[in-house]
């Protein structure tokens, strides 16, 4: 896994946003009188651009999905962001790729700027080289979008020294869309059916085990 550059997702892959981001979710919905108090019904909205989810999920005209994803950061910016969790091993994983050598990138469908805010607040910022996401005006949304971004920015041309790590169908098909390897980890929100059936190259069941895959040498 000779890999120097490695694109990470951020929701479910660094860290478990669940309370935070179904929260806000529900948060949205109910200004629109629908009711949601099981959190874990809203666990899809992980993943996915938020815009998308209320329109495949509960039906939501365009207009009404993007008026859903503003009322949404109502709750999120204030409260929703910090209400979120790194997981175990991943500060540590990170420390051991970059005394490794490794060129560490995120590639999220999250605005930049409450991703780079979420990274400061758990201290990690400083082992990325730059931060991919989407704007806040709705722009590069899609995760094929949020990478043809971060190839540009960091004119990155040659896919064989990338590999992308993410939790959900999103992150492996947008790597595919690049001929880009992919990791999918079955610790975050995605299942090992939805990783398989998207064409993931390793699927992971830990962080210590993505740590080993990504410092393993072919």
Excluded: W
């Amino acid at each position: 896994m000779e890999k120097q550059y490695i694109l990470f997702d951020l929701d479910g892959t660094l860290t478990d946003p669940m309370e935070g981001i179904t929260k806000s979710v529900q948060y949205a919905l109910k200004k629109f009188n629908i009711e949601v108090e099981n959190l874990e019904k809203l666990t899809s909205f992980i993943g996915p651009p938020l815009k998308q989810g209320f329109m495949e999920q509960y039906g939501f005209s365009e207009e009404d999905a993007l008026k859903a994803v503003e009322l949404s950061r109502e709750y999120f910016v204030p409260i929703g962001m910090y209400e979120n969790q790194i997981y175990p091993g991943i500060r540590e994983m990170l420390e051991n790729l970059k005394e490794a050598g490794k060129t560490l990138l995120v590639a999220t469908s999250k605005p930049v700027d409450f991703a780079e805010k979420i990274l400061e607040h758990f201290g990690i910022e400083e082992y990325f080289e730059y931060v991919s996401g989407s704007s806040l005006t709705q722009e590069r949304t899609t995760k094929e979008e949020v990478i043809a971004h971060l190839l540009e920015e960091e004119q990155l041309v040659d896919m064989t020294e990338l590999i992308m790590v993410g939790d959900r169908k999103y992150d492996i098909l947008g790597a595919k869309e690049f001929g880009i390897k992919s990791v999918g980890v079955l610790y975050g929100y995605g299942s090992y059916g939805e990783l398989k059936k998207a064409g993931a190259d390793y699927i992971v069941k830990s962080v210590s085990e993505l740590e080993d895959l990504l410092l393993r040498e072919d």
